[in-house]
């Protein structure tokens, strides 16, 4: 072969070569990244093209797929719309997804690892692929009951069973319909999206676990409560000061209690600083503990983690570096303390659990297209948040809160209830938040529920969370023990 003609094969074989290796890592390589890539036009149809698993709720589909004539074959659709629409989510071709629609995308479309043997076998068989069952913890009874009781107020709840952290009902307020969203109707989505986006009440956000969170005003005090037991230099009987103001350092402002009187004769027991919610008691508390002590305590009850229920739940906070003022504060749940209804449902869940803190969940199990169990969740402890015998003095002080304290509303006929109101102060100009936060039976907890009504729902200014939560509390609890 001459000069010319080697030169020539060299090129041709340089340019095979090429080809080859740029198909080989597009083919492989490549692969995952251009599948993954919301640009794929191939992809989302394979995906749209494909019956995505159902969600339920005790047996019952609250998400499905349904057979369209169109090039995307199925639409999605949410037979209760807004009851479960913060724990579904949407699923949109034009929007993405939110909720456990997005957070279990994988395992709905089928995609998931965990699936891979299954996807194998269809291929084999010739079976049409299909999507995993994703099986919620909720309670419809429970659900229901939660949101007639919050009715048209804005806020939220959460109600968990304790000892497996299973969540039973989980509303937020107000809602939105989720099929609005998944038509396949461009112009009806879009302007139902605008609308949602631009609505001042913010439909889409789950104020249960998520976005902006609340100041937890005296619900906050079971943390400073049980920082100071924690401490060993208090107990339920400790005998603490609780005059009608109390004399903050470093400022000219004081503490006052809300009704503006001292509480007792300006001396007071820690049960019934709790049972009366004295914020001059427990202002003076935080002052003996320390910031330092709150956020140990406030970690040790969660907050600052980042928790998958699936569904991200925005970490919970007590604020750093804070001076004797602001440590009185956030002490009784005001200056920069933020939660959301979840983390304080967590709270009353581990005092009602003798102390263990444990995961909370919203899926109970991953079924195939035969039903059969993928996964199943099993009660995943997060830690001892206190001891037993500090949650035990919780439970004894939460109880004298609703047998004659600020939360007798919550009372049930035949049932030992405990409990603990707040009325959280937020921005100038509005009426408080309104709290409650629960557990029952005392002798057997199982729920904890956390309630909040934002600028006190229907009574405004006259609002307390003891006169307008812990009704909403008390129904819930009823749902779950009437079961």
């Not at 996807?119 to 999507?131: S, W």
């Not at 925005?314 to 504060?329: G, H, K, M, R």
């Not at 002798?443 to 200014?461: F, L, N, R």
Request: overall charge negative; hydrophobic content about 40%.
């Amino acid at each position: 072969m001459n000069a010319p003609l080697r030169r020539l094969a060299v090129v041709v074989f340089m340019l095979f070569a090429t080809l080859l290796a740029s198909t080989t890592w597009t083919q492989f390589v490549d692969a995952g990244r251009l599948n993954a890539d919301g640009r794929n036009t191939r992809t989302l149809l394979a995906e749209l093209g494909r019956e995505r698993g159902p969600i339920v709720v005790a047996g019952e589909g609250v998400a499905r797929s349904a057979p369209v004539d169109d090039v995307y074959n199925f639409e999605r659709e949410y037979p209760l719309g807004p009851l479960y629409a913060h724990s579904t989510g949407f699923y949109s071709v034009y929007f993405g997804a939110s909720g456990i629609e997005q957070a279990l995308g994988e395992v709905l479309a089928g995609t998931a690892d965990q699936l891979f043997y299954r996807r194998v076998a269809d291929i084999i068989t010739g079976k049409e692929p299909q999507g995993a069952t994703v099986e919620l913890t909720l309670d419809p009874a429970v659900q229901q009951a939660a949101t007639d009781a919050l009715g048209n107020q804005r806020g939220a709840i959460v109600a968990l069973d304790p000892r497996t952290g299973e969540i039973l009902a989980m509303v937020s307020s107000p809602t939105y319909d989720p099929n609005e969203l998944a038509v396949h109707d461009r112009e009806a989505a879009t302007a139902a999206r605008a609308a949602l986006l631009e609505d001042p009440a913010r439909p889409l956000d789950n104020r249960a676990i998520a976005g902006r969170l609340y100041p937890p005003g005296s619900v906050f005090k079971l943390v400073t409560a049980a920082a100071a037991i924690e401490s060993g230099r208090f107990d339920e009987n400790s005998v603490i000061p609780g005059p009608a103001e109390l004399d903050l350092p470093q400022t000219t402002t004081n503490l006052p209690n809300s009704g503006g009187g001292q509480c007792g004769p300006g001396e007071v027991s820690l049960t019934d600083a709790l049972r009366t919610s004295c914020n001059t008691a427990f202002g003076f508390l935080g002052l003996e503990l320390g910031g330092e002590a709150l956020r140990e305590q406030g970690q040790a009850f969660g907050f600052g983690e980042d928790l998958r229920i699936p569904l991200r739940v925005t970490p919970s906070t007590v604020p750093e570096e804070l001076n004797p003022p602001q440590t009185a504060q956030s002490a009784i749940g005001q200056f920069d303390v933020r939660v959301s209804p979840l983390q304080i449902a967590m709270v009353s869940a581990a005092i009602a659990n003798g102390g263990t803190l444990v995961q909370p969940n919203l899926v109970r199990a991953i079924r195939d297209a035969e039903l059969a169990v993928i996964e199943e969740s099993s009660p995943s402890d997060l830690g001892q948040s206190v001891s037993p015998e500090t949650a035990a003095q919780l439970a004894r002080m939460m109880t004298a809160v609703v047998t004659d304290g600020t939360g007798t509303a919550a009372q049930i006929d035949g049932v030992t209830v405990a409990g603990k109101s707040g009325t959280a102060q937020h921005a100038e100009g509005s009426s408080p938040h309104a709290w409650f936060t629960s557990f029952a039976p005392v002798e057997d907890p199982q729920v904890a529920v956390a309630v909040v009504v934002e600028e006190g729902g229907e009574a405004g200014d006259e609002a307390s969370g003891g006169r307008t939560a812990a009704p909403i509390a008390r129904s819930v609890m009823e749902a779950v023990l009437s079961r």
